[in-house]
Protein backbone atom coordinates (compact mmCIF):
# COMPACT_ATOMS: atom_id res chain seq x y z
CA UNK A 1 0.00 0.00 0.00
CA UNK A 2 1.39 3.19 -0.98
CA UNK A 3 1.25 6.78 0.59
CA UNK A 4 1.05 9.79 -1.34
CA UNK A 5 2.80 13.44 0.11
CA UNK A 6 1.16 15.98 -2.60
CA UNK A 7 -0.70 18.20 0.51
CA UNK A 8 3.00 18.61 2.57
CA UNK A 9 4.27 21.93 2.95
CA UNK A 10 6.20 22.02 6.78
CA UNK A 11 8.88 18.75 7.33
CA UNK A 12 9.70 18.81 10.73
CA UNK A 13 13.12 16.60 11.71
CA UNK A 14 14.55 15.27 14.97
CA UNK A 15 18.42 15.62 14.85
CA UNK A 16 19.79 12.79 17.14
CA UNK A 17 19.12 9.28 15.05
CA UNK A 18 17.96 11.51 11.93
CA UNK A 19 19.84 13.83 10.91
CA UNK A 20 22.86 13.48 13.35
CA UNK A 21 24.47 9.81 13.61
CA UNK A 22 24.36 8.50 17.84
CA UNK A 23 25.09 5.74 19.80
CA UNK A 24 23.37 5.97 23.13
CA UNK A 25 26.06 3.06 24.16
CA UNK A 26 28.60 5.18 23.58
CA UNK A 27 28.23 6.76 26.81
CA UNK A 28 27.93 3.38 29.29
CA UNK A 29 30.99 2.50 27.50
CA UNK A 30 32.95 5.04 28.14
CA UNK A 31 31.63 5.10 31.80
CA UNK A 32 32.82 1.81 32.66
CA UNK A 33 36.15 2.50 30.50
CA UNK A 34 36.77 5.15 33.49
CA UNK A 35 36.18 2.76 36.39
CA UNK A 36 31.96 2.65 36.41
CA UNK A 37 30.60 -0.12 37.13
CA UNK A 38 27.24 0.18 38.70
CA UNK A 39 25.34 0.94 35.62
CA UNK A 40 22.10 0.38 37.18
CA UNK A 41 22.30 3.33 38.88
CA UNK A 42 21.82 5.03 34.99
CA UNK A 43 18.33 3.64 35.29
CA UNK A 44 17.31 5.17 38.82
CA UNK A 45 14.48 7.66 39.11
CA UNK A 46 17.13 10.17 40.53
CA UNK A 47 19.19 10.32 37.90
CA UNK A 48 16.47 9.92 35.09
CA UNK A 49 15.19 13.07 36.93
CA UNK A 50 18.34 15.03 36.82
CA UNK A 51 18.80 13.64 33.07
CA UNK A 52 15.73 15.38 32.15
CA UNK A 53 15.79 18.49 33.99
CA UNK A 54 18.92 19.32 31.52
CA UNK A 55 17.33 17.81 28.61
CA UNK A 56 14.44 20.66 29.48
CA UNK A 57 16.97 23.38 30.18
CA UNK A 58 16.10 23.46 34.52
CA UNK A 59 19.64 23.39 35.70
CA UNK A 60 22.28 24.50 34.42
CA UNK A 61 25.48 22.41 32.70
CA UNK A 62 27.29 23.14 35.78
CA UNK A 63 24.71 21.94 38.04
CA UNK A 64 24.47 18.98 35.90
CA UNK A 65 27.52 17.76 35.73
CA UNK A 66 28.06 18.65 39.39
CA UNK A 67 24.45 16.18 40.35
CA UNK A 68 25.18 13.35 38.22
CA UNK A 69 28.54 13.22 39.21
CA UNK A 70 27.57 12.98 42.62
CA UNK A 71 24.52 10.36 41.90
CA UNK A 72 27.03 8.18 39.84
CA UNK A 73 30.08 8.39 42.48
CA UNK A 74 32.17 9.41 39.57
CA UNK A 75 35.82 11.53 40.55
CA UNK A 76 36.53 12.80 37.28
CA UNK A 77 37.51 16.03 35.29
CA UNK A 78 34.45 18.25 34.01
CA UNK A 79 36.94 17.96 30.84
CA UNK A 80 36.61 13.93 30.94
CA UNK A 81 32.82 14.10 32.02
CA UNK A 82 31.73 16.54 28.73
CA UNK A 83 34.45 14.13 26.76
CA UNK A 84 31.75 10.80 28.02
CA UNK A 85 28.72 12.73 27.82
CA UNK A 86 29.73 13.40 24.20
CA UNK A 87 30.84 10.02 23.27
CA UNK A 88 27.01 9.10 21.90
CA UNK A 89 27.75 12.07 19.35
CA UNK A 90 29.19 10.69 16.15
CA UNK A 91 28.69 12.31 12.69
CA UNK A 92 26.78 14.85 10.39
CA UNK A 93 26.90 13.22 7.30
CA UNK A 94 27.32 15.62 4.34
CA UNK A 95 24.55 13.93 2.64
CA UNK A 96 21.77 15.28 5.08
CA UNK A 97 23.47 18.63 5.15
CA UNK A 98 22.92 18.56 1.34
CA UNK A 99 19.68 17.05 1.90
CA UNK A 100 17.74 19.82 3.95
CA UNK A 101 19.65 22.79 1.56
CA UNK A 102 17.82 20.84 -1.31
CA UNK A 103 14.20 20.67 0.45
CA UNK A 104 14.00 24.15 1.14
CA UNK A 105 13.58 24.98 -2.01
CA UNK A 106 10.18 23.23 -2.17
CA UNK A 107 9.31 22.69 1.79
CA UNK A 108 9.36 25.03 4.48
CA UNK A 109 11.99 22.36 6.96
CA UNK A 110 12.09 22.73 10.66
CA UNK A 111 14.22 20.90 12.91
CA UNK A 112 13.27 19.63 16.65
CA UNK A 113 15.25 18.11 18.91
CA UNK A 114 15.32 16.76 23.15
CA UNK A 115 19.07 18.11 23.57
CA UNK A 116 20.99 19.32 26.21
CA UNK A 117 23.41 22.65 26.35
CA UNK A 118 26.74 20.49 26.13
CA UNK A 119 25.22 18.41 23.36
CA UNK A 120 24.55 21.56 21.66
CA UNK A 121 28.25 23.34 21.93
CA UNK A 122 29.33 20.02 20.03
CA UNK A 123 26.52 20.43 17.08
CA UNK A 124 27.51 23.63 16.95
CA UNK A 125 30.92 23.29 16.88
CA UNK A 126 30.74 20.51 14.50
CA UNK A 127 28.12 22.50 12.57
CA UNK A 128 30.54 25.52 12.15
CA UNK A 129 33.61 24.11 10.65
CA UNK A 130 32.59 21.51 8.93
CA UNK A 131 29.96 23.36 7.36
CA UNK A 132 30.76 26.72 7.60
CA UNK A 133 26.91 27.87 9.51
CA UNK A 134 26.96 29.78 12.59
CA UNK A 135 23.92 28.05 13.48
CA UNK A 136 21.39 25.58 12.83
CA UNK A 137 18.90 28.54 12.10
CA UNK A 138 21.19 29.26 9.11
CA UNK A 139 20.73 25.64 7.87
CA UNK A 140 16.99 25.10 8.90
CA UNK A 141 14.09 27.80 8.39
CA UNK A 142 13.67 27.42 12.24
CA UNK A 143 15.61 24.85 14.52
CA UNK A 144 13.77 24.53 18.34
CA UNK A 145 15.85 22.82 21.33
CA UNK A 146 14.02 21.26 24.34
CA UNK A 147 16.76 23.00 26.73
CA UNK A 148 16.00 26.25 25.13
CA UNK A 149 12.23 25.93 24.89
CA UNK A 150 12.13 23.76 28.36
CA UNK A 151 10.06 21.46 26.25
CA UNK A 152 10.58 17.98 25.49
CA UNK A 153 9.03 15.14 23.14
CA UNK A 154 6.78 13.31 23.53
CA UNK A 155 5.27 16.57 25.26
CA UNK A 156 2.36 17.74 22.94
CA UNK A 157 2.74 21.48 23.88
CA UNK A 158 6.57 21.20 22.20
CA UNK A 159 4.43 19.95 18.96
CA UNK A 160 2.03 23.07 19.17
CA UNK A 161 4.28 25.28 20.17
CA UNK A 162 5.87 24.92 16.28
CA UNK A 163 2.69 24.48 14.84
CA UNK A 164 0.78 27.20 16.40
CA UNK A 165 4.00 29.89 15.32
CA UNK A 166 3.93 29.16 12.04
CA UNK A 167 0.46 28.75 11.58
CA UNK A 168 0.66 24.86 10.34
CA UNK A 169 -1.80 22.55 9.70
CA UNK A 170 -0.98 19.23 11.07
CA UNK A 171 -2.60 17.45 7.94
CA UNK A 172 0.55 19.52 6.04
CA UNK A 173 3.37 18.94 8.19
CA UNK A 174 5.55 15.47 8.20
CA UNK A 175 7.58 14.94 10.94
CA UNK A 176 10.33 12.42 10.85
CA UNK A 177 11.65 10.82 14.54
CA UNK A 178 13.37 7.91 15.31
CA UNK A 179 11.45 7.14 18.77
CA UNK A 180 8.23 5.51 18.71
CA UNK A 181 6.58 7.70 21.99
CA UNK A 182 7.22 10.78 19.45
CA UNK A 183 5.79 9.57 16.57
CA UNK A 184 2.48 8.87 18.77
CA UNK A 185 2.24 12.06 20.24
CA UNK A 186 2.85 13.84 17.00
CA UNK A 187 0.05 11.49 15.18
CA UNK A 188 -2.45 12.01 18.32
CA UNK A 189 -2.18 16.04 17.11
CA UNK A 190 -2.98 14.84 13.75
CA UNK A 191 0.88 15.23 11.44
CA UNK A 192 1.76 13.10 9.42
CA UNK A 193 4.70 10.73 10.72
CA UNK A 194 7.68 8.67 9.34
CA UNK A 195 9.02 6.33 11.84
CA UNK A 196 12.79 6.53 10.63
CA UNK A 197 14.11 3.15 12.46
CA UNK A 198 17.54 2.32 13.47
CA UNK A 199 19.78 2.10 10.37
CA UNK A 200 16.97 4.02 7.75
CA UNK A 201 18.46 6.46 5.46
CA UNK A 202 16.67 9.50 5.71
CA UNK A 203 18.04 10.73 2.35
CA UNK A 204 16.13 7.99 0.72
CA UNK A 205 12.49 9.35 1.70
CA UNK A 206 13.86 12.19 -1.09
CA UNK A 207 14.25 12.65 -5.06
CA UNK A 208 15.51 16.12 -6.32
CA UNK A 209 14.61 18.01 -2.76
CA UNK A 210 10.96 16.55 -2.70
CA UNK A 211 9.42 13.64 -1.62
CA UNK A 212 9.06 10.48 -3.18
CA UNK A 213 5.67 10.25 -4.23
CA UNK A 214 5.10 6.26 -4.06
CA UNK A 215 6.14 5.57 -0.23
CA UNK A 216 5.52 2.35 1.39
CA UNK A 217 2.68 3.20 3.97
CA UNK A 218 3.79 0.07 5.83
CA UNK A 219 6.70 2.24 7.06
CA UNK A 220 4.53 5.17 8.08
CA UNK A 221 3.56 4.75 11.95
Known sequence: MKKFFSNIKNIIFDLGGVIIDIDNNQIVNHLK???????????????????????????????FRKTLMNQLDLKISTQKFDEIWNSMILDIPQRRIDLV?????????????????????????????????????????????????????????FFTLILDRYRMKPEETLFIDDTPENIIAAQKLGIITYHNVTGARVVDLFENGK???????NVIH
Request: proline share 3%; aromatic share 14%; charged share 30%.
Open 101 to 157: KKLKSHYHVYLMSNSNEIHYDLFIRDLQLRFGYREFDSLFDKSFFSFDTHLAKPNPD
Open 33 to 63: KNGFANVELLESPDVKRTLRQFECGIISAET
Open 211 to 217: LKQDLDF
